[in-house]
């Protein structure tokens, strides 16, 4: 018999109760379960880094973490990046400005894995950027576009705080 | 009219949706009562299949069926899958049955399929299977295979040897006996996989009463898969629709048809449920195909001047199990080798053999990156022996821009001569080198030798045929709202093709590209199709849009002359609507004109009038058309440690008229990615019992943001004369020759220790293994 268990969370501002299989992935969850299928799969072993999500303040591989282990926790995903009005947050539009995405595919890892970094160092170098992307594989961009919608957001983003201030 | 977005970097239709999570992927699609499928599969790379009992994988609760070959359906049961590349001269055409029929021939061939209410319950059954062995002996190395007495790749063949064939030009033994210098060398090239990051998938439903399967692929065709399941099923035209939408990367091999999703419509055919099935990291590692080993053994015949004479030798190319792709790809290799340099004399022998792996694919590139690096790897050896630049050697070889159309000597796979249509290699190469400052290198090299640092500068240069036919459709419909829509078989996987092509409908329908969507790959909208390879989507795709669109807008433009009873000369269209020249409220909407179009219910339609606002046109291009680049790599060398940096890759490319420079850059950027991927870091191993040693991609190593410098890029735009809006094919540009430029950058820093290189990928142990030698002999001597 399966093992079932009940858990509850927030996913993109949206409370979940939910009862699950001990073994399904949060990456299943999410895309299955709630139907969120922005989040990808790419390679069930957490290297590719596709499937990353936001699990409270960190960034985490959801091929790596059962459904159970994000009970009572905060979930964000690439459905929750958007701006409230629905319009683009400024690191999509930096991607889309910049030819951050080709097939996409590896899209929602690596707006995820940005928008941490860019949370905590809102002014990074090209190296930097490199350095923490490692965690997430392209394989149609080259990571230039997406190295440069890192930048470019960083740059905005400075700018609209300032602007703020 | 001025073209306003033809040309432009205008930003992608795709993106809002990709960005948002809002991309329709094959797993993303789920259907009603959708049941879920795991796949039984070989665990050796060559057996005899016994028995399979499957009686405790159906015990399991949440199994539905799990089916093996004798379970299939007729005719399936009774056909492998369908060559579709023929040629003449393969010997011996074995193609997989759907689901190992009694033999297993590499190791992941697919055996059963278990449909389950989950993937994670069809998995547990998968492994409850009990599949009955006889090992054989199994062929790997593709050398080793066609040597007499090895073991026979699969049961019935004669020998591994699915082909053997002669390519020719001129009198290479001639050439050879009057050269001043003859080198020779031996390459040993290899490719990994196409490793996109959406792995492969297909949902298939069969609804039983209407008898139509319909069929959600992640492809780089839905036609070829239309095809292939009419085949092996005999149905109508009518009774199968397959639908790609969006797709996480293909790189060549998902443009292949394969066993598993056959297996599915079997599956959703037995259960009457619809099933899906997505490849998982793990099965894509031995189930996907791969491009793998092509070895080179050659010499060339230079004159003294270190111009070309001749060049001879054999490559073997491990063609795999199943000669799906037949001789496409050392075909392509063999006729690439020549580039951008006049070659009188060629003489290979090209031998496809039969291994116990997986069916070799085309992957980006498609043997053109080996064809390029055996040449440009002569280039360089010639010029160490000469003592001359390698820049120059390659400038006393190049075809001259008056030589064009310059015919090779050669057929193509495109089945017509290789002539290439126009370009400028020596400024190709000039601007190349010039904006490197190449001459300076060699006092950089030496300062930075002085402190330790071993640097070292490669170039490159290739020659590509692109735009392959045999055509590709579109049809532009102007809807009764007025709203704008193509409809093609062309089938991307990241190329920008709905931005692209509505760039060039826009043009002639004089509204934003913004107006026009396109629907790609559903083969219920457009009949025929071929998909998205080979650097062919902007030339078949492009021209038969940009043909479509003139169409409609001489119908909209006639229809509206009638209308508004003027000329259609004194009519111009803008912002969707047509007017008269000068006279802005004299107009007509599209929506009023495709009303009008579709004709009046029960009234007779006027005799020089066609239903609907519509044209369809397929271009066929005559011949492919060649792109070329120039590529120059720069590299750091850690001699402890043998890794390479790669430091600056410039791409000079020309692949005539850009429609969207922004799009075309993405394509070289990534290309060179992939190509440096294929220089230092990929390579699938296997052991000599055939078991895949490279099954994740901690074993597996792509290339990470951090192994790829910012990539420098020139434009050159030769148009093609070939097409109507003179472009050439980019997705493949990037990859091809920078690979080259890397080894001869590695091989120019170690210069020191005159190691040279003839194999790629070159790892770090190769290198610290290579300097160590050097080292040694040079304390010997």
Known sequence: MPDMRKISLTVNGKRHEAEVESRLLLADFLRHTLDLTGTHVGCEHGVCGACTVMVDDHSARSCLMFAVQANGKSI????????????????QEAFRQNHGLQCGFCTPGMLITLSEHLRDNPDPTEAELREVLTGNLCRCTGYQAIVAAGLDAAAKMRASKAECA | ???????????????????????????????????????????????????????AALALPGVVAVLTHDDLPEPMRSRRLPL????????????????????????????????????????????????????????????????????????????????????????????????????????????GGPFFIECRGVVADWDAGTEQLTVHASSQGSHRFKRTFIDLLDLADNQVRVITNDVGGGFGPKGSFYVEYAALAAATMAVGKPVKWIEDRRENFVATQQERDQFWDMEVAVDEHGKLLGLRGRLVHDGG?????????????????????????????????????????????????????????????????????????????????????????????????????????????????????????????AA??????????????????????????????????????????????????????????????????????????????????????ASRTAVNAGSSVHLAAIEVREKIKKIASELLEVSPDDLELKDGAVEVRGVPGLRKTFRELAYNAVGLYGFSMKADRDPGLEATSYFKPEQSTYANSCHVAEVEVDVETGHVTVTRVLVNHDCGNVINPMVVEGQIVGGV?????????????????????????????????????????????????????????????????????????????????????????????????????????????
């Open chain 2, 1 to 55: 009219m001025g073209m306003k977005f033809f040309g432009a970097s205008v930003l992608r239709k795709e993106d809002p949706a990709l960005l948002t999570g809002k991309g329709r992927y094959v797993d993303d699609v789920k259907l009603p009562g959708m049941l879920h499928a795991a796949f039984v599969r070989s665990t050796y790379a060559h057996a005899l299949i016994r028995g399979i009992d499957k009686t």
């Open chain 2, 321 to 445: 199990a199943y000669v799906t792709w037949g001789l496409v790809l050392p075909w392509i290799a063999a006729t690439s080798v020549i580039g951008p340099y006049v070659l009188p004399n060629y003489q290979l022998e090209l031998i496809v053999a039969m291994t116990n792996k997986i069916t070799c694919s085309p992957v980006r590139g498609a043997g053109r990156p080996q064809g390029c690096f055996v040449m440009e790897r002569m280039m360089d050896r010639i010029a160490h022996e000469l003592g001359l630049d390698r820049a120059e050697v390659r400038r006393r070889n190049f075809i001259q821009p008056d030589q064009f159309p310059y015919k090779v000597g050669l057929i193509f796979r495109d089945g017509r001569p290789v002539t290439y249509d126009s370009g400028d290699y020596p400024k190709s190469q000039q601007m190349a080198l010039d904006h490197m400052d190449w001459e300076n290198f060699r006092a950089k090299q």
């Open chain 1, 76 to 91: 964000t995903t690439i459905e929750g990046l958007a701006q409230a009005d629905g319009s683009l947050s400024i690191l």
């Open chain 2, 84 to 191: 579709y590349v023929p040629h003449p001269a393969i010997k011996q055409t074995f193609m997989p049955w759907v689901l190992a029929k009694d033999e297993a021939c590499f190791a992941g061939e697919a055996i059963a399929i278990v449909v389950a209410d989950s993937r994670y319950v069809a998995e547990d059954a998968a492994a409850m299977v009990e599949v009955d062995y006889e090992v054989l002996p199994a062929s790997i190395d593709p050398r080793e295979a066609i040597a007499e007495g090895a073991p026979l790749a699969q049961h019935g063949a004669t020998s591994n040897i699915v082909t053997q064939v002669p390519v020719k030009i001129g009198d290479t033994d001639k050439a050879f006996a009057s050269a001043a210098h003859v080198y020779r060398e031996q390459f040993a090239l290899h490719r």
């Open chain 2, 448 to 533: 930075a030798l002085k402190q330790g640092r071993y640097i070292g500068i490669g170039l490159s240069n290739a020659v590509e045929g692109t735009g392959l036919g045999p055509y590709e459709g579109a049809t532009i419909r102007i809807s009764t709202s007025g709203k704008i829509v193509v409809f093609t078989g062309a089938t991307p996987q990241g190329q920008s093709h709905k931005t692209t092509l509505a760039q060039i409908a826009a043009d002639h329908l004089g509204v934003d590209y913004n107006d026009v969507s396109v629907v790609t790959a559903d083969t219920a909208t457009i009949p025929f199709g071929m998909g998205t390879f």
């Open chain 2, 673 to 781: 990615a992939h190509g440096i991927g294929n220089a230092l870091f990929e390579r699938l191993l296997f052991d000599d019992q055939g078991q895949p040693l490279t099954m994740s991609f901690a074993d597996y190593l792509l290339p990470m943001a951090t192994d790829v410098p910012h990539v420098e890029t020139l434009h050159t735009e030769t148009p093609s004369p070939l097409n109507p809006i003179g472009v050439k094919g980019a997705g493949e540009g990037g990859t091809i020759a920078v690979i080259a430029a890397i080894i001869s950058a590695v091989e120019d820093a170690l210069r020191p220790f005159n190691i040279r290189l003839a194999e790629m990928p070159i790892s770090p142990e190769q290198i610290v293994e290579m300097v160590l030698d050097a080292k040694a002999a040079n304390i010997d001597a």
